[in-house]
């Protein structure tokens, strides 16, 4: 079984092992499949057609059904890797080792943004953008130049406390668990953590930056801890709305996965807090 770690308290080999698995599935060109998929759920998301991946109830099934099968490639690569979270609200410096050369590497310089160390650095040419939103072809991050702060503890607890899964008009304007996570509303937990990060990250070709699979495990994360906190609350809504993925409908690009077969996590892996 799959048990996903915080990324703190990886060893030197399980950090050097996920970076080599990242790396592979870029050179043989399944990583950048990922990036597409995710741009176009993106732009999807904006037309008036049904909105799956974002500003929508189904954001978490849709990003956990994602996360399912970016693991799943690296795992035919090193069966040994599984996804790390990165707790943000804890692990909130730059200095972290998050950012060291040993694994992501750090923040870009001040005059592009461009990531200087590191695996995924230019210059160590593992690392082309090629699904990209404009000319520039490297790895970006500008770390707190966006917004100061990441989210704190006392902000991820008072979305952890909200009782109801989601609410019409099912969208960014919702109150609500998903939408106070997703970030349009209140205190603005996944959301700001893209714009912190900056670069490829606050777009839609976010999963550029490997650091998207890390944050995204984490609100993954904070469901699962969300659904054990209220036993009584469930996803919403569970049919005959418009526009959205009701519980029972299949879920885009899949078509073979509902919101109800993705409640549970431990049918596929779990939290080293479990
Ligand atoms: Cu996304
Ligand atoms: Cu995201």
């Given at each position: 079984?799959?048990?996903?770690?915080?990324?703190?308290?990886?060893?030197?080999?399980?950090?050097?092992?996920?970076?080599?698995?990242?790396?592979?599935?870029?050179?043989?060109?399944?990583?950048d499949t990922f990036v597409t998929t995710h741009n176009a759920f993106i732009l999807g998301d904006t037309d008036n057609g049904e909105r799956t991946g974002h500003r929508s109830p189904s954001f978490l099934p849709w990003h956990r059904r994602f996360?399912?099968?970016?693991?799943?490639?690296?795992?035919?690569?090193?069966?040994?890797?599984?996804?790390?979270?990165?707790?943000?609200?804890?692990?909130?410096?730059?200095?972290?080792?998050?950012?060291?050369?040993?694994?992501?590497?750090?923040?870009?310089?001040?005059?592009d943004g461009q990531v200087m160390d590191g695996a995924f650095a230019a210059s160590a040419g593992n690392w082309p953008i090629n699904v990209r939103v404009d000319g520039r072809t490297f790895?970006?991050?500008?770390?707190?130049?966006?917004?100061?702060?990441?989210?704190?503890?006392?902000?991820?607890?008072?979305?952890?406390?909200?009782?109801?899964?989601d609410m019409a008009p099912w969208n960014s304007a919702s109150d609500g668990f998903r939408n106070h996570?997703?970030?349009?509303?209140?205190?603005?937990?996944?959301?700001?953590?893209?714009?912190?990060?900056g670069g490829q990250m606050a777009t839609g070709v976010s999963p550029n930056d490997p650091v998207f699979w890390l944050h995204h495990a984490y609100i993954d994360k904070l469901w699962a801890q969300w659904q054990r906190r209220h036993p009584g609350s469930g996803y919403l809504p569970t049919g005959g709305t418009p526009d959205v993925v009701d519980l029972d409908e299949t879920m885009k690009p899949w078509n073979d996965v509902r919101p109800s077969d993705l409640l549970d996590h431990t049918a596929h892996y779990t939290f080293d807090t479990d």
């Amino acid at each position: 079984m799959t048990v996903r770690k915080n990324q703190a308290s990886l060893t030197a080999d399980e950090k050097r092992r996920f970076v080599a698995a990242v790396v592979e599935l870029k050179r043989s060109g399944r990583y950048d499949t990922f990036v597409t998929t995710h741009n176009a759920f993106i732009l999807g998301d904006t037309d008036n057609g049904e909105r799956t991946g974002h500003r929508s109830p189904s954001f978490l099934p849709w990003h956990r059904r994602f996360l399912l099968e970016f693991e799943s490639a690296l795992q035919s690569v090193d069966a040994s890797v599984a996804l790390p979270y990165w707790d943000w609200s804890t692990d909130r410096s730059a200095r972290s080792s998050l950012w060291a050369p040993d694994f992501l590497g750090g923040t870009g310089r001040a005059r592009d943004g461009q990531v200087m160390d590191g695996a995924f650095a230019a210059s160590a040419g593992n690392w082309p953008i090629n699904v990209r939103v404009d000319g520039r072809t490297f790895l970006r991050r500008q770390l707190g130049a966006n917004v100061r702060e990441l989210p704190t503890p006392a902000e991820v607890e008072s979305v952890l406390n909200t009782v109801i899964y989601d609410m019409a008009p099912w969208n960014s304007a919702s109150d609500g668990f998903r939408n106070h996570l997703e970030g349009w509303r209140g205190v603005n937990l996944h959301n700001r953590v893209h714009v912190w990060v900056g670069g490829q990250m606050a777009t839609g070709v976010s999963p550029n930056d490997p650091v998207f699979w890390l944050h995204h495990a984490y609100i993954d994360k904070l469901w699962a801890q969300w659904q054990r906190r209220h036993p009584g609350s469930g996803y919403l809504p569970t049919g005959g709305t418009p526009d959205v993925v009701d519980l029972d409908e299949t879920m885009k690009p899949w078509n073979d996965v509902r919101p109800s077969d993705l409640l549970d996590h431990t049918a596929h892996y779990t939290f080293d807090t479990d």
